[in-house]
């Protein structure tokens, strides 16, 4: 458990992240704004997911860089777009210590973006790496930390539909260790395939 919480908060916690992962489902099934085909959706019959797993889920420091760069983020698609490194959470998975850069694409934005890839990438989940939102509203402590939880960690929408183009991972954000928490691999995926190699952000 983190942060010292009891066996009815973390039962409170996984019903409503299973409700969430339900409203999902429901919004890809039947919206019209789904990233699945209309042609598609007959075929459709929900998101896979990891079980809930408490383990996987942190409150964090944000170490704010001082010096916030501006980084060029490669798309899918062959684009390029600019984010700021805001800041990185380090955290222990394991027994190793890894750590995470968080980007914001406008600075004037309180929410924090996440991309990351890990050793489940290619395997359980998707090649090209997941996304995690961090809103302070939402996941801001009393304490002032901020709640980073894999099991909400989703897939691109460029995996559904070709249609899309996303931002990819940087290498700084491959772990080489397995999150096996949050949305893994659409069976159904038409979208790029893409895997990467090299050093990865957690320490022996």
Same mark, same amino acid.
């Given at each position: 458990?983190?942060?010292?919480?009891? $066996?009815?908060?973390?039962? !409170? #916690?996984?019903?409503?992240?299973?409700? /969430?992962?339900?409203?999902?489902?429901?919004?890809?099934?039947?919206? #019209?704004?789904?990233? $699945?085909?209309?042609?598609?959706?007959?075929?459709?019959?929900?998101?896979? @997911?990891?079980?809930?797993?408490?383990?996987?889920?942190?409150?964090?420091?944000?170490?704010?860089?001082?010096?916030?760069?501006?980084?060029?983020?490669?798309?899918?698609?062959?684009? !390029?777009?600019?984010?700021?490194? #805001?800041?990185?959470?380090?955290?222990?998975?394991?027994?190793? /210590?890894?750590?995470?850069?968080?980007?914001?694409?406008?600075?004037?934005?309180?929410?924090?973006?996440?991309?990351?890839?890990?050793?489940?990438?290619?395997? /359980?989940?998707?090649?090209?790496?997941? @996304?995690?939102?961090?809103?302070?509203?939402?996941?801001?402590?009393?304490?002032?930390?901020?709640?980073?939880?894999?099991?909400?960690?989703?897939?691109? #929408?460029?995996? @559904?539909?070709?249609? @899309?183009?996303?931002?990819?991972?940087?290498?700084?954000?491959?772990?080489?260790?397995?999150?096996?928490?949050?949305?893994?691999?659409?069976?159904?995926?038409?979208?790029?395939?893409?895997?990467?190699?090299?050093?990865?952000?957690?320490?022996?």
């Amino acid at each position: 458990m983190q942060g010292g919480q009891t $066996i009815m908060e973390i039962s !409170e #916690w996984a019903m409503d992240l299973e409700r /969430e992962r339900g409203r999902k489902n429901a919004f890809f099934a039947e919206h #019209w704004q789904s990233p $699945i085909a209309p042609e598609d959706r007959r075929k459709f019959k929900g998101l896979d @997911y990891f079980l809930p797993d408490p383990g996987y889920r942190f409150e964090l420091e944000l170490h704010e860089h001082e010096e916030k760069k501006l980084v060029k983020m490669a798309y899918t698609k062959g684009q !390029e777009r600019d984010f700021t490194r #805001w800041g990185e959470f380090r955290f222990i998975v394991g027994g190793k /210590e890894c750590k995470l850069q968080a980007y914001k694409s406008n600075p004037e934005d309180e929410r924090l973006f996440i991309l990351f890839r890990d050793a489940t990438s290619g395997k /359980e989940t998707y090649g090209a790496g997941r @996304y995690l939102d961090v809103e302070p509203e939402r996941d801001r402590t009393a304490e002032d930390k901020w709640s980073l939880d894999f099991n909400k960690a989703y897939n691109p #929408w460029c995996v @559904y539909s070709k249609d @899309y183009t996303c931002p990819l991972v940087p290498q700084e954000n491959s772990l080489e260790v397995a999150i096996p928490a949050g949305e893994k691999d659409y069976p159904l995926k038409e979208g790029l395939e893409f895997t990467s190699e090299g050093k990865g952000a957690c320490l022996q």
